[in-house]
């Protein structure tokens, strides 16, 4: 029987040329988060690891569709995002929530915290939710958002990015990166994309133009899987 006072779970060795650094000097607020100390594993109760704790009930029709969530169509490029979920054997990963925020087309958040003066749109909130399905796959109906000044450097200019969170069985599983879009003239100016120090890793946060997903006189595509672990993972914010 497992016991529920001691269960810690397992641990796997971070790739740092992989994944973002959590000291980055360039990327202006790190040195006053990151991590002074050693991390240490603390036991978690036997409900925080079995769940599940999402399903079909917790994810309504449209909750994929970002265009689709107010009386009106917001402004902007229309864009599908699709792709799967894989684990470091290329398997799917199924039943899988994923969330999704990002600014409007015109570069601004829902957020009280946002002071970028570009407009807000009224028919866009900029989040949604999906699970996957049995084979790893899932869609998101959206607008491109745009790019925004974030005050990290001299003119400093966030490329177009979608964030992602990725929950497992529970709430205690969870995974957060970025997705980008194909040729951003952004990339090389930009401390928290080039926070990923392996080039080939960089890359796999950028998603792939997709003709073939495209709806025709409606809306561009772009694929974006997501490997959680392995020699091919995705760069993830841990």
């Not at 999402?54 to 265009?67: K, M, S």
């Not at 699970?131 to 958002?145: A, I």
Request: overall charge negative; charged content about 25%; aromatic content about 10%.
């Amino acid at each position: 029987m497992m016991s529920t006072s001691r269960l810690v779970l397992p641990s796997y060795e971070r790739d740092d040329e992989s994944h973002p650094s959590l000291l980055t000097p360039e990327y202006g607020s790190t040195p006053l988060r990151a991590p002074t100390k050693p991390m240490q594993h603390l036991p978690q109760n036997l409900s925080e690891v079995t769940g599940p704790v999402f399903g079909d009930g917790h994810v309504d029709e449209l909750d994929h569709d970002l265009t689709r969530q107010h009386e009106g169509e917001p402004l902007g490029e229309r864009i599908v995002v699709h792709g799967r979920v894989l684990d470091s054997d290329g398997k799917p990963v199924p039943h899988s929530l994923i969330e999704v925020w990002q600014a409007n087309a015109a570069g601004r958040y829902r957020h009280a915290g946002d002071r970028h003066p570009a407009p807000l749109d009224d028919n866009f909130t900029g989040v949604g939710r999906c699970l996957t399905d049995s084979e790893g796959h899932y869609r998101f109906v959206t607008v491109k958002p745009g790019a925004y000044p974030w005050r990290n450097h001299d003119n400093a200019w966030r490329p177009a990015h979608i964030h992602f969170s990725l929950f497992g069985r529970a709430f205690t599983q969870r995974l957060v990166t970025q997705m980008y879009f194909p040729g951003d003239p952004l990339f090389s100016q930009d401390p928290i994309f080039q926070s990923v120090r392996d080039a080939s890793a960089r890359e796999r946060m950028v998603s792939s133009f997709d003709l073939d997903n495209t709806v025709p006189e409606w809306a561009l595509a772009y694929r974006f899987d997501i490997v959680l672990r392995g020699h091919g993972a995705t760069p993830f914010e841990d």
